[in-house]
């Protein structure tokens, strides 16, 4: 079984550039994540889906974040403008509803 | 209150010695329960389920007190390997809708 594909693992930019990440999540999981991780922290939920639907999106930043996952599948991440305090590492995960998650390998930002 | 609590550690242990971390969460409802594995600048990784006879694989117990809401991992004879953080994951729902939490981490350094 192919993992959670995440794209790129890394990414430096300046400050006040856009960014985006994708995912591409295991087949047949459902329910796909995006975390953030700030070093010496857990996983921080940003956004969850189910199928195509944002069911959690309360801890998203939507001043300057937005999520889309158009068919249910792979999903992309985007922020714009990016700011210094956001560089942190971008994970994204899957399940079965409710069931234990998977993660990416992660996409590390650097904001300069 | 944090509803998923850790203490950070760091846990410094020999090799050999035995060494156990406790989780506590704050929603009695949650009904499911985890512990993940991280490496330094990798994801995290499933270690174990947690269920409420205890379980066991290898080295490792996991165990869970739902009287007093915490979760703990004990690990035997710990090796070089060991070295980690270990994250516990809480889930509160059903099928109407589902939380996952994260702890913060548990650091383990296992020196010879």
């Known amino acids: 079984e192919a993992g959670v594909v995440q794209s790129p693992r890394y990414k430096i930019i300046e400050k006040k550039q856009p960014v985006a990440f994708w995912c591409n999540p295991i087949?047949?999981?459902?329910?796909l994540y995006w975390y953030l991780q700030n070093l010496g922290q857990g996983p921080e939920l940003l956004i969850r889906?189910?199928?195509?639907?944002?069911?959690?999106d309360s801890q998203l930043p939507k001043d300057r974040f937005s999520a889309e996952r158009l068919k249910g599948v792979d999903s992309t991440l985007k922020i714009q403008p990016a700011e210094l305090g956001d560089s942190a590492v971008y994970l994204c995960?899957?399940?079965?509803?409710?069931?234990?998650?998977?993660f990416g390998s992660g996409t590390r930002l650097t904001v300069v | 209150r944090k509803e998923v609590e850790q203490d950070p550690g760091p846990f410094n242990v020999p090799e050999g010695a035995t060494v156990a971390f406790n989780c506590t969460y704050s929603n009695s409802a949650s009904q499911s329960f985890f512990w993940y594995r991280q490496d330094c600048r990798k994801e995290p990784k499933l270690l174990m389920s947690v269920y409420s006879s205890g379980n066991e694989d290898g080295r490792f117990t996991a165990q869970l007190n739902r009287a007093s809401q915490y979760i703990s991992l004990l690990i035997r004879d710990s090796k070089l390997s060991d070295s980690a953080t270990y994250l516990c994951v809480v889930i509160t729902g059903n099928t109407g809708g589902f939380k996952t939490i994260f702890g913060a981490g548990t650091r383990l350094f296992v020196k010879a």
């Open positions: 995960a899957s399940s079965r509803q409710g069931g234990m998650i998977t």
């Open positions: 087949s047949g999981h459902n329910t």
């Open positions: 889906y189910e199928n195509e639907e944002a069911v959690d």
